[in-house]
């Protein structure tokens, strides 16, 4: 429980970005009894926790592997103060793994990203700038994207993304999302 930080919880909305053994600590209760605080009340099913659980090590050494492919569990929720990675994943990949550490190169990454998913998960038509195939593409500087969300300020959007086409429509542009609404979930051996 020392490791874990409230993103959402609609009971007590003081503690979203906290962590659970400070909340613990300033309420005067033990981690048990935050823990119940968080979860049991009302809407305690609607609350939400980051656990701080893998090293960064263990993330290098999976990147290297070549069947693991780049995506995220991240919830999309804005309420509270949601995992940075809904803000961060693709472009800390790049920044990072990519550009920095030379972990995967350019292309690697970005087939990790879309084409080795969508052939993994079944989604037809999409993951390939192919005739025929729907167009979801970013548009980035791979010199300067970079992910700037972090845990007390997650809904930072990212640096050197200047554009999104989602399904063929513009949903961002130059820093303005357009709210074209173009996206929508996608399930396994699903044609796109």
Not at 8 to 34: F, N, Q, T, V
Not at 46 to 74: K, W, Y
Not at 166 to 173: E, I, P
């Amino acid at each position: 429980a020392e490791a874990i930080r409230i993103a959402a919880c609609p009971d007590h909305r003081d503690w979203e970005g906290r962590m659970l053994k400070d909340i613990a600590a300033a309420e005067g209760i033990s981690l048990e009894d935050a823990v119940r605080g968080a979860t049991t009340g009302p809407r305690g099913k609607e609350t939400i926790c980051i656990q701080f659980t893998i090293a960064e090590d263990d993330i290098v050494t999976n990147l290297r592997h070549p069947l693991v492919m780049v995506g995220s569990d991240g919830i999309p929720n804005l309420n509270g103060s949601p995992h940075p990675r809904l803000f961060g994943t693709f472009p800390r990949i790049l920044a990072r793994y990519v550009r920095e550490q030379r972990v995967l190169s350019l292309e690697d990454a970005v087939h990790r990203m879309t084409q080795m998913s969508c052939d993994r998960f079944g989604i037809a038509n999409r993951g390939l700038i192919a005739e025929g195939y729907i167009a979801d593409l970013v548009l980035f500087d791979p010199a300067t994207v970079e992910d700037l969300a972090t845990y007390d300020d997650p809904k930072l959007e990212p640096a050197g993304i200047s554009k999104v086409i989602v399904s063929g429509r513009v949903a961002f542009d130059a820093g303005t999302h357009t709210g074209t609404g173009a996206g929508r979930m996608l399930r396994f051996r699903q044609a796109g």
